[in-house]
């Protein structure tokens, strides 16, 4: 049985991991105000909070995510908040709700709860609200007969509330306040409880592993489930139909660390850790800005970096980005033998991987970037946020007086696999940084690449998208490039 908390009731299901929370929310507990929009993670109509226990165990973490794209599975042994959750007495409207009300934020409503779950998120958040943070909370949430000037001010009005919270005691504050029930007070003693059972009273490890069951040989041949942003996209059904192994909370494959010159992940690791990551920011400052071109925050708290890699799209964003950076995954069978494997190395031809069914990504490892290294990212989609690329590209080079040292250029979007340009990467090392060279290295790059024509793109097109984008890595060099 799959335990976990819904709004205020103990859920204990037997239904498959891999299907979604979102339909057993809707379908199982007929809790009707999550609504079904693109099933796709677009427009954010069915968000609903999920709560995980810290790992001090006296408070909650709650996160905003899709539930169209949440495995059933990842809700074990957390507090999963719908709508339905977060009023105190029904008829009442909390101060997120009557923002919206007062600002004129809602009109047919169906993406008005998404809205709601989203900025009640943001309040529950340990972070200070400002005015940044309060618009990021919402930017997974697609309106579409509103319009946003209305939410926005909404949004606004919600932040100079939140203002007032107490650094102290804040979840106290916010129930006295009306912005969640009193009973979210006790979620941390009921997760902790909830834990200790299903682990015996051991130190819980991450995956309570699969709900399903099955067996170590049966556990060889399942579906490898992390945060379903890809899988429950592309084949919903066929994840339901499977067992499955879970991933995503296993703490073995969480983290970011570093050892020595080396920066180490763990293959459950989201982008939305990345992001928030001390040692990422360390090495990759400009991180933040990268990737707010990835999805959306409900998506990138969601969605893995070894899920992105293996799903082997050939404009992955995270991957384009960790090929520039030099980076490998390390394999593990189910039998515990390992091997390493470059990331350049691990695509044969279009979503054909060069690993076997028996293994399974536990690590992600890239050589740490120096402070004087210069390293970036561009991408060009039809919308700039919230969209998959037509063309995306990544490049890190090391100079030393002038002179390109070591060069590793990304491209995705102009081939069958997510492409790192060795021979054009290769010419640059001993070349002067100049004019001269970034034009030679944009003859080569054009030569490495095979672009076809499709819904996002002419080959011509994304031809002219990677000479653009190649030649953006070089602005902040030579700024005359322009």
């Not at 930017?139 to 919600?158: F, M, P, V, W």
């Amino acid at each position: 049985m799959l335990p976990f908390y819904l709004n205020n009731q103990l859920i204990r299901t037997d239904q498959p991991a891999g299907s979604t929370l979102l339909d057993f929310v809707r379908y199982h507990q007929h809790l009707t105000g999550t609504k079904i929009g693109c099933r796709e993670g677009d427009c954010g109509a069915c968000t609903v909070l999920v709560g995980e226990l810290a790992p001090d165990g006296t408070t909650v973490q709650y996160q905003s995510m899709t539930s169209c794209l949440t495995p059933l599975g990842n809700a074990q042994g957390k507090h999963v908040v719908t709508v339905e959750g977060i009023n105190a007495a029904r008829g009442t409207l909390t101060p997120v709700q009557q923002a919206i009300v007062q600002e004129g934020g809602s009109q047919c409503g169906f993406c008005t709860v998404g809205f709601v779950m989203s900025l009640t998120g943001h309040a529950l958040s340990a972070k200070s609200s400002t005015p940044e943070t309060a618009l990021a909370s919402i930017d997974g949430n697609i309106c579409r007969c509103t319009g946003y000037k209305s939410l926005e001010r909404a949004t606004q009005h919600l932040q100079q509330l939140l203002a007032q919270r107490p650094a102290s005691s804040p979840l106290a504050w916010l129930a006295e306040e009306g912005f969640v029930p009193k009973y979210f007070a006790d979620m941390p003693a009921k997760l902790t409880a909830l834990r200790s059972a299903a682990t015996g009273g051991t130190e819980a490890t991450a995956a309570i592993q699969p709900s399903q069951g099955i067996d170590a040989a049966a556990a060889a041949r399942a579906q490898i489930l992390g945060g379903g942003t890809d899988l429950l996209v592309q084949r919903p059904e066929q994840v339901r139909a499977v067992p499955v192994m879970l991933v995503y909370d296993q703490h073995s494959l969480r983290g970011i660390r570093r050892e020595g010159d080396t920066i180490v992940l763990g293959a459950a690791t989201t982008a939305q850790q990345l992001m928030e990551s001390e040692v990422m920011l360390a090495v990759l400052p400009e991180l933040p800005r990268f990737l707010k071109l990835v999805s959306s925050t409900p998506i990138r708290q969601m969605g893995t970096v070894a899920g992105n890699f293996i799903n082997a799209s050939p404009i992955g964003d995270l991957t384009i980005l960790f090929l520039a950076l030099g980076a490998e995954v390390e394999l593990e069978t189910s039998a515990g033998q390992r091997r390493a494997l470059p990331l350049s190395e691990l695509y044969l031809d279009y979503k054909k991987l060069a690993k076997t069914a028996d293994e399974q990504v536990n690590e992600i490892r890239f050589p740490a970037p120096q402070p004087t290294d210069h390293f970036n990212f561009e991408k060009v989609s039809k919308r700039t946020h919230l969209d998959i690329a037509s063309v995306n590209s990544a490049a890190w080079l090391r100079i030393e007086n002038g002179v390109i040292q070591a060069a590793r250029l990304s491209a995705g979007g102009v081939g069958p696999i997510p492409l790192l340009l060795h021979r054009t990467s290769a010419w640059l090392v001993g070349q002067p940084v100049s004019a001269e060279t970034v034009q030679h290295a944009l003859t080569l790059a054009q030569q490495e690449i095979s672009p076809i024509s499709d819904v996002r793109g002419t080959e011509h097109y994304k031809r002219l998208l990677l000479h653009q984008l190649l030649t953006a890595h070089f602005l902040p060099l030579l700024p005359e490039l322009v």
